[in-house]
């Protein structure tokens, strides 16, 4: 059973920067993707930024630039960080994992809440 735990959010200007980290624990395999999703109020929830275990990155259109997201792999832990920040990257970020390959698994974290003030 994979747990992830998110940290790093939290209040910031305009223009401004923050970093997300979020640590997995249990049992890991490898060969998996890890990723940041985020939901703002009254919104779906939708893609910020992944990574595979190899380490290829993929962008929503609106991150591109700004984020970059990174794994420790020996510390199974995915980073997220973030620059330039704009008011509508106001949402609750999550932290996922998932593994296509047997064992399956796609696991959320509990989210951490960025705010970004004009």
């Known amino acids: 059973q994979v747990q992830l735990v998110e940290s790093g959010g939290g209040l910031v200007q305009a223009g401004g920067s923050l970093r997300l980290s979020c640590a997995a624990s249990?049992?890991?395999?490898?060969?998996?993707?890890m990723g940041w999703y985020r939901q703002a109020p009254g919104k779906q929830r939708e893609l910020v930024a992944t990574?595979?275990?190899?380490?290829?990155?993929n962008y929503a259109d609106s991150t591109k630039g700004r984020f970059t997201i990174s794994r420790d792999n020996a510390k199974n832990t995915v980073y997220l960080q973030m620059n330039s920040l704009k008011p509508e990257d106001t949402a609750v970020y999550y932290c996922?994992?998932?593994?296509?390959?047997?064992?399956?698994?796609?696991?959320w974290g509990q989210g951490t809440q960025v705010t970004v003030s004009p």
């Open positions: 249990g049992t890991i395999f490898s060969a998996n993707l």
């Open positions: 990574i595979t275990s190899g380490g290829s990155t």
């Open positions: 996922n994992t998932r593994r296509i390959v047997h064992p399956k698994y796609d696991v």
